[in-house]
């Protein structure tokens, strides 16, 4: 465990409980993130990334503990409560529309409007150039249609909407898990840019040795459980291979011993 900090976690979850039937999905789960930090969530499928990704956005209720955002307590969010607390997640389907452009999607659900009811098509146009600018994203055509994009752009326009939404707690999904090298370099550098910003990134990833590229915080759950929590540097992908290893041959003596 972390000895100390130096600061304030913007997002806490503590002892946080949830089943589905008589399945725990979490069981007395701890987690911590920071502004200005990556913070990598590292487990086996199955061990309840999804869950705890899906508490904070608002769209599952836990059954116990407490949920911290910005020093703030909430018993749970809903997903309202989450995106005005600046939460913003993406997934791996992105949840993009295919048959719009860059600013189709980037002011999805939000357009901007000129004289009260027509689509201010320039403006978003405008807007969303100078967004990829700023987030040094490359599309050289923005105006086709997101399905003739590559999975890096769509990618990175997914976290350009992120971002555009006003988010500083960005949560990823695998972000990179059908991207090739190119592609892949290119958004965690994306990452590391945000970082610097001040962002909170919460990057859920079985890509160990990317996580140790980007990652500041590395949070361990295995089997619903939380395991350890430490700074990435602390640390190794061998290192943590052995504690992920341990862990799995203590859970299983414990099935043992019932």
């Known amino acids: ?51 705890l990704i899906k508490i904070l956005t608002g769209c599952l209720k836990p059954d116990e503990g407490e949920v911290w955002i910005k020093g703030r307590y909430f018993s ?8 005005k607390e600046g939460i913003t997640a993406v997934y791996q389907d992105l949840a993009l529309d295919n048959c719009k452009d860059c600013a189709g ?51 990175a326009l997914a976290i350009a909407r992120a971002v555009y939404a006003g988010g500083d707690i960005l949560i990823f999904d695998e972000p990179t898990s059908a991207m090739g090298v190119k592609e892949t370099s290119r958004i965690l550098k994306l990452f590391l840019e ?12 079985h890509n160990l040795f990317q996580v140790f590229d980007i990652s500041d915080r590395i949070c361990v759950i295995h089997n619903g459980r939380f395991v350890d929590s430490f700074l990435t540097k602390d640390s190794s992908p061998q290192k943590l291979h052995e504690l992920i290893v341990e862990k799995e041959e203590e859970l299983s003596d414990e099935t043992m011993a019932k």
């Open 1 to 51: 465990m972390l000895s100390a900090k130096t600061k304030e976690p913007i997002v806490e979850m503590k002892n946080v409980k949830k089943a589905f039937g008589y399945i725990q999905a979490l069981e007395d789960m701890n987690f911590s993130a920071y502004a200005g930090e990556v913070t990598a969530i590292v487990g086996d499928n199955g061990s309840g990334k999804s869950t």
């Open 76 to 83: 749970s969010l809903t997903v309202k409560q989450s995106i």
């Open 105 to 155: 999607n980037i002011f999805l659900g939000r357009e901007l409007v000129k004289h009260g009811i027509f689509l201010d098509h320039e403006r978003m146009r405008r807007s969303t150039e100078e967004l990829l600018l700023r987030l040094h994203i490359s599309i050289p055509d923005i105006t086709q249609p997101v399905e003739r994009m590559s999975g890096g752009q769509r990618q």
């Open 194 to 205: 945000l970082k610097a910003e001040g962002k909170s990134i919460i990057l859920n990833s």
